[in-house]
């Protein structure tokens, strides 16, 4: 009889275990197109942007304009999948008090993501277009005013 009981706790344990380890980030995985390293190299300097995979959760991203061995622009991009929303989650030097803005997923497609807070003076809109594999389109935009920044995947 007690081993009876041992082998049902342990296949109890085993199932809950195997649920734990099979819950899915299907809003995240809609990014999974992010990874890797993307530059715009352009007359007035390269922009580039760069994600990696976290965890099961969570994209990283950091992204740069340099101008002739000058960073002119950064900032570091947290991708998170929290329950069912994923959110954008951008922390920029010098900007908001150094703390963390986050836009929320409001629209995706296979290779289009819109992520958006209406509460943020600029941008309110941030949206990531894949083109072609190895090509990707962003664009900031609010208040009648649009900045776009084609790139393509360097890795």
């Given at each position: 009889?007690k081993?009876?009981?041992?082998v049902?706790?342990?296949?109890?344990?085993?199932?809950?275990?195997?649920e734990?380890?099979?819950?899915?980030?299907?809003?995240?995985?809609?990014?999974?197109?992010?990874?890797?390293?993307?530059?715009?190299?352009?007359?007035?300097?390269?922009?580039?942007?760069?994600?990696?995979?976290?965890?099961?959760?969570?994209?990283?991203?950091?992204?740069?304009?340099?101008?002739?061995?000058?960073?002119?622009?950064?900032?570091?991009?947290?991708?998170?999948?929290?329950?069912?929303?994923?959110?954008?989650i951008?922390?920029?030097?010098?900007?908001?008090?150094?703390?963390?803005?986050?836009?929320?997923?409001?629209?995706?497609?296979?290779?289009?993501?819109?992520?958006?807070?209406?509460?943020?003076?600029f941008?309110k809109?941030?949206?990531?277009?894949?083109?072609?594999?190895?090509?990707?389109?962003?664009?900031?935009?609010?208040?009648?005013?649009?900045?776009?920044?084609?790139?393509?995947?360097?890795?």
């Amino acid at each position: 009889m007690k081993n009876k009981i041992y082998v049902l706790f342990l296949l109890a344990i085993c199932s809950f275990s195997c649920e734990q380890k099979s819950k899915t980030y299907a809003e995240l995985e809609k990014a999974n197109w992010f990874i890797g390293k993307w530059e715009n190299k352009t007359t007035e300097g390269t922009f580039s942007e760069e994600w990696k995979k976290e965890n099961d959760s969570l994209l990283l991203g950091k992204s740069f304009f340099i101008k002739e061995n000058d960073t002119l622009f950064s900032e570091t991009v947290r991708l998170e999948q929290r329950k069912n929303d994923l959110f954008y989650i951008v922390t920029v030097p010098n900007q908001n008090e150094e703390k963390p803005v986050e836009f929320k997923l409001t629209s995706s497609s296979a290779d289009y993501l819109v992520f958006e807070n209406p509460a943020h003076d600029f941008p309110k809109k941030i949206t990531y277009k894949l083109v072609t594999k190895d090509s990707l389109y962003a664009e900031i935009s609010g208040d009648g005013k649009k900045q776009g920044f084609p790139f393509k995947k360097v890795n």
